[in-house]
Every structure is written in C-alpha cells, then in structure tokens.
C-alpha cells in the first residue's frame, strides 16, 4: 500500500467488503494500478482486533451496550446478532450515515476497511442450477445472463483460494464444492441428523459449509474453537479481506487504499461514453477530491452502490448513472430471517463439545424442487441452519456463594435451534431512492427504503415455522416453540441483494452477463446490487465468484482496448 501518487488509474474500486476486496486483490495480481476507496476507518489485521480474546468481565460493561449509547447512536446497528461492546466499533453510527424508512428497513452497515467481512458468519453455498434458471421458470423477474455452468470454474477458484469446509451430499439443489474436511456435529445434531432423515427422506442434515479453516492454508492456521469469529481473527482461519485480500493486494505493489473516503457519484464523458473519474469526500477534512481511471468496480454494498449511481446524474442519465432501463434502486430483496423453532433435548448429560465451534448444521432446501415437493401456496423455497449446545457458567442460576460455583461447574441442559432464510422474489415495488427532502451532513440526499412482504413470503414463513418444528419433534426433543417475529423489518438477514440487477436485455435491467454496465462499459457492479434473484443460501460465495469472473473479463476488454 502507498501514498496516493498517480493523477490516472487503472482501475478504482469502491469499498472493501467482500466483493471490494476480493476485487482490488484480483485486479492488483492481475498487474492493474488499483485505486480503492472505503467509507470505513483502517483496520489492520491482528493489531485492530482489540477485543478478540476478551473475556466479559474485562469488558467495561459486561458486554452489553449502554441502553442510552444504543439509543442515540445504534437504533439499527444494535439489531443484528453480531452487535455487543466486543463489537460497537466496527458498524456505522446510525447518525453518521441516515436513511428514511417509507416502510420499515433494517440496513446493517459495516464503518470500517474490510467490511462486513470481518463479521460474516462465513456460511459459503453454492447456488444450484435451479436458481439461476428460477427466473426464467416461474415468470418472477427477469432471466438470468447467465448460467451455473458459467459461474462453476469461479465457485472452484474461490473455495480453493479462501478455504471453504463442509460435507459433500450429491444434492442437485445444493452442489456440492472443494472442499476442506468437515466439522463434526455434536451428540444432539447426530440425533437430529438421523431421525430427520429416516423420517423424511427428502431432507438432509449436513454440517455447514464455512469459509473457516481445518487445514492450514497458504500460512493461514486451521481454526482452534476460539470465537467469537465477529471480534476478527488474528490466525486468518476465517476468510476477511483484512486477513486475506488485503495483504495479497498490497504485495504486488499495485495498491493505493484511501479508508475514510465517502464516494459520492461516478463521472461521466458523454463523448466517449465512458465513467471517467469518481469524486469522493476525504471523511478526514470534508475535502472533495476526483480520482480517475480506465474502469470502476463498485462494491459498496447493494444500496450503497445504489446510491452512488442515483446520486451521479447528468443529461444521459438523469436518474443516474446507467439506468436507462428505470431498474437502478428496483428489485430489492433480502432473505427470510427470525422464523423457526427452539426447543430443549432431555437426556446427553454424559456428552459435550470441543471449545467454540464456529459453524452450525444445515438443512438445505427440500420444497419445490421437484413435481413431489411442490406447494400450492408459495414459489421458490427456503433452508435451515442451526445448532445444539449446552448452556454454561453464564446461565442465570438462583443461590450464592460455593453452593452457586459447584453448580456451575456442570453444564446445563442441552437447547437446539432451527432458524431459516428463505427467498424472496424480485418485486418492482420493493426498492429505494433518494429522498427529495433529507440529507446527510455533506448535503447528499439520502436514501429512503419502500420494501414490504406479500402473500408469498406470508405463506413461506408459515411453512418455515411449521417444518422447523416437525423436525425437532421428529428428533425427541420437548418443549418445542415455533417462532415467527414477523415485525422484525426486512434487511436482518443482511443479505440485501437487487438494486443494479443483471439481465439479458439493457431495457429491463442495469448489468450484462459479465457485472458490466449496459450503458457504460468501463463500469461494473459486482457486490450484492447485481443479483437478480435471491435464492435461499447465503449469497457471499457468489459474490465472490462474479468478482472474481468479472475481474477476469474486465482485465482482458482492457488489454484489447474494449474499455
């Protein structure tokens, strides 16, 4: 990483999540003077990782975030599962970086060079030929430019390149991938494995697919049951781009990384028809300054980069950048999430684990896909990911003293939990814009979010709860509770996908089948804005893959004087 040094790049990449990173690492190898610009502070790796191995009590509060800091700094912040006091300083202050929510809209956002993933939960599917052909199938939303035929070589390159673990099924609706040994479930994940699966043949119980390391890769040590993973990982066993991507790309030399830059619009030359230069406020003195290039890659997260291209208007476009098709902002989607079922297995006081195992089981999809599997009541489908453990010292015991201690040396009982994500359809009337009356502190209007549920996703999350709780049922276990926290707002499951959608034709959608732009060919969207559908797995490893692919095309239109 250097100084800021050339007036003209070869390429800029905005942010540094996991499609950011994995494009300034792919760019940079590929011998392209590589500009990035982030958002976030610098975060470096095994230094900034200041509470990693912290224990509660040496924490200032215990843990927990004051209820008044929460308040007035981490309304929305403090909703994901990953946001405590070991981790405050790594999200956004929803102060610094307001939206409006027509429709109510969780946007959980990283502040920090790496992104989100140094906070992932690293779960890494493959999507199945199925849903890059669901479009195309059931008449919601636009086909897919491309196939999983076309994206197979890069799914490859990816999981040998970060280190993915998990278990091979044979499942057409979940191929499988390279794969590291596997984890091992625990007693009671046995159980449910073998019950569910005797009892309904058409699922399968499998470990999860993680990008965490059991074999040491490329210096990186396998992961040693440490966690919590979200505080950052100073073996690298975990995928970030902090631990991986970053320090391949500053290697090469060709890196120029400016955190604390806030991109505000992309420029353009109607002559050449080309983004030539992006402008960005320095966070640091509230300077704007201009940075151009060949060609730009925005991944600063679907409604980020979204954002972005509203924001950069001009007589071609005057309702941004590239959409000449009215699509940017459209399509929004994000998972299911908080729908399931909890329950308690009695029994297995004799077994336990080994330390903190950073990965759960998986449940993939089993509705519609096949003519056996089909629902009257909803399209697409939807899977589970879960685990069994004991509860430890920590639980809330009555009593005091050496009584209360001896207690706590045995570990209580064993819980299990079954959450979903399932997909949802790409719907027109789900999206964003910018809202004509509110701005931020540099006078940027700001976004403002129009996302509900429908009939489908309502018949979806009833069949979730029911069939999370069939499952644990089947297994023996009590006191089985079905939840379904329906007023929690779309956008927690943060995997926010749409906004910039790929497609076939330029009137319909924003991007081709290569992540480029249909209407400027030097500029590519490869981070969660492209997805034109959602699918039900986690969609990172995808990212990651079109990246990759993107990169490689982007490059080779360069060398040919195509961009």
């Given at each position: 990483?250097?100084?800021?040094?050339?007036?003209?790049?070869?390429?800029i990449?905005?942010?540094?999540?996991?499609?950011?990173?994995?494009?300034?690492?792919e760019?940079?190898?590929?011998?392209?003077n590589?500009?990035v610009?982030?958002?976030g502070?610098?975060?470096?790796?095994?230094?900034?990782?200041?509470?990693e191995?912290?224990?509660?009590?040496?924490?200032?509060?215990?843990?927990?975030?004051?209820?008044?800091?929460?308040r007035?700094?981490?309304?929305?912040?403090?909703?994901?599962?990953?946001?405590?006091e070991?981790?405050?300083?790594?999200?956004m202050?929803?102060?610094?970086?307001?939206?409006v929510?027509?429709e109510?809209?969780?946007w959980?956002?990283?502040?920090?060079?790496?992104?989100?993933?140094?906070?992932?939960a690293?779960?890494?599917?493959?999507?199945?030929?199925?849903?890059f052909?669901?479009?195309l199938?059931?008449?919601?939303?636009?086909?897919w430019?491309?196939?999983?035929?076309?994206?197979?070589?890069?799914y490859?390159?990816?999981?040998?390149?970060?280190?993915?673990?998990?278990?091979?099924?044979?499942?057409?609706?979940?191929?499988?991938?390279?794969?590291?040994?596997?984890?091992?479930?625990?007693?009671?994940?046995?159980?449910?494995?073998?019950?569910?699966?005797?009892?309904?043949p058409?699922?399968?119980?499998?470990?999860?697919?993680?990008?965490?390391?059991?074999?040491?890769?490329?210096?990186?040590?396998?992961?040693?049951?440490?966690?919590?993973?979200?505080?950052?990982c100073?073996?690298?066993?975990?995928?970030?781009?902090v631990?991986?991507?970053?320090?391949?790309?500053?290697a090469?030399g060709?890196?120029?990384?400016?955190?604390?830059?806030?991109?505000?619009?992309?420029?353009?030359?109607?002559?050449?028809?080309?983004?030539?230069?992006?402008?960005?406020?320095?966070l640091?003195?509230d300077?704007?300054?201009?940075?151009?290039?060949?060609?730009v890659?925005?991944?600063?997260?679907?409604?980020?980069?979204?954002?972005i291209m509203?924001?950069?208007?001009?007589?071609?476009?005057?309702?941004?950048?590239?959409?000449?098709?009215?699509?940017?902002?459209?399509?929004?989607?994000?998972?299911?999430?908080?729908?399931?079922?909890?329950a308690?297995?009695?029994?297995?006081?004799?077994?336990?684990?080994r330390?903190n195992r950073?990965?759960?089981?998986?449940?993939?999809?089993?509705?519609n896909?096949?003519p056996?599997?089909?629902?009257?009541d909803?399209?697409r489908?939807?899977?589970f990911?879960?685990?069994?453990?004991?509860?430890?010292w920590?639980?809330?015991?009555?009593?005091?003293?050496?009584?209360?201690?001896?207690?706590?040396?045995?570990?209580?009982?064993?819980?299990?939990?079954?959450?979903?994500?399932?997909?949802?359809?790409p719907?027109?009337?789900n999206?964003?814009?910018l809202?004509?009356?509110?701005?931020?502190?540099?006078g940027?209007?700001?976004?403002?979010?129009?996302?509900?549920?429908?009939d489908?996703?309502?018949?979806?999350?009833?069949?979730?709860?029911?069939?999370?709780?069939?499952?644990?049922?089947?297994?023996g276990?009590?006191?089985?509770?079905?939840?379904?926290?329906?007023?929690?707002?779309?956008?927690?499951?943060?995997?926010?996908?749409?906004?910039?959608?790929m497609?076939?034709?330029?009137?319909?959608?924003?991007?081709?089948?290569?992540?480029?732009?249909?209407?400027?060919?030097?500029l590519?969207?490869?981070?969660?804005?492209?997805?034109?559908?959602?699918?039900?797995?986690?969609?990172?490893?995808?990212?990651?893959?079109?990246?990759a692919r993107?990169?490689?095309?982007?490059?080779?239109?360069?060398?040919?004087?195509?961009?």
């Amino acid at each position: 990483m250097h100084l800021l040094k050339r007036t003209v790049y070869d390429a800029i990449v905005v942010g540094t999540g996991m499609s950011g990173g994995w494009a300034m690492k792919e760019l940079c190898e590929k011998g392209l003077n590589t500009l990035v610009l982030e958002r976030g502070r610098m975060v470096r790796h095994i230094t900034d990782y200041v509470t990693e191995h912290k224990n509660s009590w040496e924490l200032p509060h215990r843990g927990r975030v004051p209820p008044a800091v929460v308040r007035s700094d981490y309304q929305v912040q403090s909703k994901t599962y990953v946001f405590s006091e070991a981790t405050r300083h790594f999200f956004m202050r929803d102060s610094d970086h307001p939206y409006v929510q027509q429709e109510p809209y969780t946007w959980i956002q990283a502040d920090v060079v790496g992104g989100r993933s140094l906070m992932w939960a690293r779960q890494s599917y493959r999507w199945s030929p199925m849903d890059f052909e669901a479009n195309l199938r059931d008449g919601h939303g636009v086909d897919w430019p491309i196939r999983y035929a076309d994206i197979a070589p890069w799914y490859d390159y990816i999981e040998r390149s970060i280190g993915v673990s998990g278990q091979a099924e044979g499942l057409p609706q979940l191929p499988d991938g390279i794969f590291q040994p596997p984890m091992e479930m625990n007693a009671v994940e046995k159980r449910l494995k073998a019950r569910v699966e005797a009892t309904f043949p058409e699922r399968t119980v499998t470990i999860g697919r993680t990008a965490t390391l059991t074999r040491a890769l490329n210096g990186r040590a396998a992961c040693h049951y440490c966690g919590p993973c979200e505080r950052g990982c100073s073996t690298s066993s975990y995928y970030s781009t902090v631990s991986v991507a970053l320090p391949a790309a500053q290697a090469t030399g060709n890196l120029t990384l400016r955190p604390r830059s806030l991109v505000c619009r992309v420029l353009y030359d109607a002559g050449t028809g080309r983004a030539t230069s992006v402008e960005a406020i320095d966070l640091s003195t509230d300077e704007r300054r201009t940075y151009s290039a060949r060609m730009v890659f925005l991944c600063a997260s679907s409604m980020n980069t979204a954002r972005i291209m509203l924001l950069s208007r001009c007589p071609d476009f005057p309702d941004g950048i590239a959409n000449s098709s009215g699509t940017l902002g459209r399509y929004l989607m994000d998972h299911h999430y908080h729908v399931g079922a909890n329950a308690v297995f009695e029994g297995f006081e004799d077994r336990y684990y080994r330390g903190n195992r950073p990965n759960g089981i998986y449940v993939p999809r089993f509705r519609n896909i096949s003519p056996e599997t089909v629902r009257e009541d909803f399209v697409r489908g939807y899977g589970f990911q879960g685990s069994a453990s004991r509860s430890g010292w920590n639980r809330r015991l009555r009593g005091f003293g050496a009584k209360l201690k001896h207690a706590l040396r045995t570990p209580g009982q064993w819980t299990m939990g079954l959450g979903a994500f399932g997909e949802t359809l790409p719907r027109y009337d789900n999206y964003c814009e910018l809202d004509p009356e509110v701005t931020d502190r540099w006078g940027l209007p700001v976004l403002r979010f129009h996302v509900t549920r429908d009939d489908n996703d309502r018949a979806m999350r009833r069949d979730m709860m029911a069939t999370a709780a069939e499952m644990l049922h089947a297994a023996g276990a009590a006191s089985v509770t079905p939840y379904d926290t329906w007023q929690d707002a779309p956008g927690l499951g943060n995997h926010e996908m749409g906004a910039a959608r790929m497609g076939r034709n330029p009137e319909t959608s924003v991007l081709n089948g290569w992540n480029q732009c249909h209407d400027v060919r030097n500029l590519f969207v490869t981070d969660g804005a492209c997805m034109t559908s959602s699918a039900c797995q986690n969609p990172s490893l995808t990212y990651l893959a079109l990246t990759a692919r993107a990169c490689d095309y982007a490059v080779r239109q360069l060398a040919d004087g195509q961009l």
